[in-house]
């Protein structure tokens, strides 16, 4: 049988981007295809469900909206089979993905997050939609240029920047700033501010 692995399924709100205090049953799945330095997920360790145990288990919680994450969750096997079975039981379906693998047709919304340390594996693009691209801002001259390149392939509905993370702190004045000079050169639709407001609320 199927063995999915995950690492935790909880109900919260969803903490980021144009979402944000959408209350959402998250299913996170183990697994990446990259590592970034600030990562604030330990993707590694899992408990092996099945789809039929997935199910129960999600039954427990109020929300009718699952958000799949990971890790990187594009890359698991058999998450179409999931995905059909939660569409039946009538939740709506976000994702949050690094935009590297194609997203399933069962996905209502697609919320991406293109890594800028890992920019080259970005020269080929796999999934040019989205409903949202968010990027985590970095410190490093060429970020500017890399949200630029992502604005030009990736059509999203909205472009977000979003504060890194690290050991409880925001780099939020070099956030503002990138955000600034993004929206010089644009003037019909803007960049948009993204924040963890889940770490600052102090819930999952
Ligand atoms: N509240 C909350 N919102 C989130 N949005 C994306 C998350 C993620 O880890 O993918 C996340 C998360 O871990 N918690
Ligand atoms: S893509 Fe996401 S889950 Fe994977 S290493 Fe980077 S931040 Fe962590
Ligand atoms: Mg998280």
């Known amino acids: 049988m ?12 969803q903490g980021e981007g144009y979402n944000t205090g959408m209350p959402a049953i998250f299913i996170r799945f183990a697994g990446c295809n990259l590592n970034c330095r600030w990562c604030d997920t330990n993707f590694r360790r899992y408990t092996p469900f ?34 059909e079975q939660l569409k039946i039981a009538g939740y709506y379906i976000a994702i949050e993905t690094n935009g590297l693998a194609q997203v399933d047709e069962h996905i209502d919304y697609i919320a991406m997050s293109p890594k800028f ?60 700033e990138l955000l600034g000079q993004l929206n010089q050169k644009r003037v019909d639709n803007k960049w948009l501010l993204s924040i963890q407001t889940h770490k600052l609320a102090n819930i999952e």
Do not use: W
């Open 2 to 13: 199927t063995e999915y692995r995950i690492v935790e399924i909880f109900e919260s709100l």
């Open 50 to 83: 099945t789809l039929q145990q997935i199910l129960l288990h999600i039954q427990r919680y109020k929300s009718k909206n699952i958000i799949i994450t990971g890790g990187e969750p594009t890359f698991v096997k058999a998450l179409p089979l999931l995905l």
């Open 117 to 176: 340390c890992y920019q080259t594996r970005y020269q080929e693009i796999k999934q040019a939609k989205a409903d949202e691209v968010r990027i985590v801002v970095e410190d490093h001259p060429e970020l500017i240029d890399f949200c630029h390149y992502i604005e030009q392939h990736i059509k999203a509905k909205r472009y977000f920047v979003s504060p890194c993370e690290q050991n409880g702190s925001f780099n939020m004045l070099q956030t503002i």
